[in-house]
């Protein structure tokens, strides 16, 4: 999904109010009634005009069909909503090209205002199964099973607070820098995807690195769940030495973990399959891209398991669960990822529902990169 946000600079204090009142709204609605809306944006004069100005950007659309008149947040809504989070932080000043897109994410390089370069991903959970929404099916008597935009937010959620305590652990991940709703921002860091690296100087050393990632990973309570070449960035330095006067040039892989929605305890009870799998994933793409094939079997669970804790380390499944992302949220969040498809069983091309058009709606696309203005 394209980022658009050449219309933030032309929304005034009345339609952010109104934005913001359809996402209050929408915690309890499907679709939001339009007297709701002006009844908790608290605008005396109404708010007609300014639901058809969100309406015409795509920031909210009303579902056709619908019993009532009323209207939805948009996945574009909900990310002016966090935009406009990070603006007043000063977190994100502009917004420049996409540099990844999945089926429950899509990734955007950012600045700040000191034009320091940024990663910006945004969750998208429920963009693959968004149209089996029911128009006659208003009020989220469970939201936790039912909502798209509370699912995408928990993403988010899991995704930062994993991700800094493994940065806190000094495990090799992005730096987490804010998060908002369904987004996160974090460092942007200098490497490749391994699927796009053909061959490397010692696969044996960075095969080597990589279990050794799963195993610390295990040590300390987590296990990855998605532990691939589409998750595993390879940064690349040159290290000098000198031997005998002589300068030498080494070429030093790091590996960079990504991606940790999907992250499970090893408590978890099909841990030994996730275990497994990730396991697994390595060794095949050693062996297809690199041709290179261990002669140590394993690891298996039950070894992984032995090192649970080992030399008094923090398990990070307990203490994340500890710190706010609680046990609740990650049963949730597990259901609804199976249920769209999200651990390698949907489809990437089915149809969005955040495409829908209203009657009032324009698609207009925006240019490579646009600054974050500021609201009127």
């Known amino acids: 999904m394209r980022l658009d946000t050449k219309h933030m600079r032309y929304l005034t204090a009345e339609d952010w109010r109104t934005l913001t009142a359809v996402e209050t709204g929408s915690k309890n609605h499907e679709v939001v009634p339009t007297a709701l809306i002006g009844q908790i944006s608290g605008q005396r004069g109404g708010v007609h005009k300014n639901i058809s100005a969100l309406a015409k950007v795509g920031l909210i659309a ?67 199964s968004f149209r089996t929404v029911k128009a006659n099916r208003d009020y989220l008597r469970n939201k936790s099973s039912g909502s798209w935009m509370y699912m995408s937010r928990l993403a988010a959620l899991k995704e930062f607070t994993f991700m800094t305590a493994l940065r806190e652990n000094k ?49 300390y309570g987590l296990i990855h769940g998605d532990f691939n070449e589409f998750n595993i960035l390879i940064k690349e330095e040159m290290k000098k030495e000198t031997v005998d006067d002589k300068i030498t040039e080494t070429l030093i ?16 009870a099909n841990a030994e399959y996730y275990f497994d799998r990730d396991v697994n994933c390595i060794k095949r793409f050693f062996e297809r891209r690199f041709h290179f094939t261990s002669d140590a079997k394993g690891p298996y669970f039950k070894d992984a398991r032995k090192l649970i804790g080992k030399d008094g380390v923090t398990r990070l499944d307990v203490s994340v669960e500890a710190s706010g992302f609680s046990r609740k ?10 249920e769209v498809g999200v651990d390698g069983d949907g489809d990437p091309n089915a149809a969005r529902g955040d495409e829908e058009s209203s009657e009032n709606e324009d698609g207009e696309e925006s240019g490579d990169e646009a600054d974050v203005a500021e609201d009127g």
């Open 329 to 338: 949220m990650a049963k949730e969040l597990e259901a609804y990822m199976k």
């Open 253 to 268: 892989l790091t590996p960079i973990l990504i991606d940790f929605p999907q992250m499970v305890s090893v408590d978890h």
């Open 62 to 128: 009303r579902l056709k069909n619908a019993k009532y008149d009323g209207y939805r947040l948009t996945y574009g809504g909900l990310d002016y909503l966090a935009l406009n989070t990070y603006r007043k932080r000063k977190d994100v000043y502009s917004v420049g090209n996409q540099i990844g897109v999945g089926k429950e994410s899509d990734i955007f390089v950012v600045a700040d205002e000191k034009g320091v370069q940024r990663v910006l991903k945004i969750h998208r959970l429920g963009r693959i």
């Open 171 to 219: 495990f090799p991940v992005p730096e987490p820098l804010a998060q908002s709703r369904h987004t996160i921002v974090m460092s942007l860091i200098d490497a490749f995807p391994m699927r796009q690296i053909s061959s490397v100087p010692d696969p044996a050393s960075l095969y080597a690195e990589l279990i050794a990632m799963i195993m610390r990973l295990a040590q």
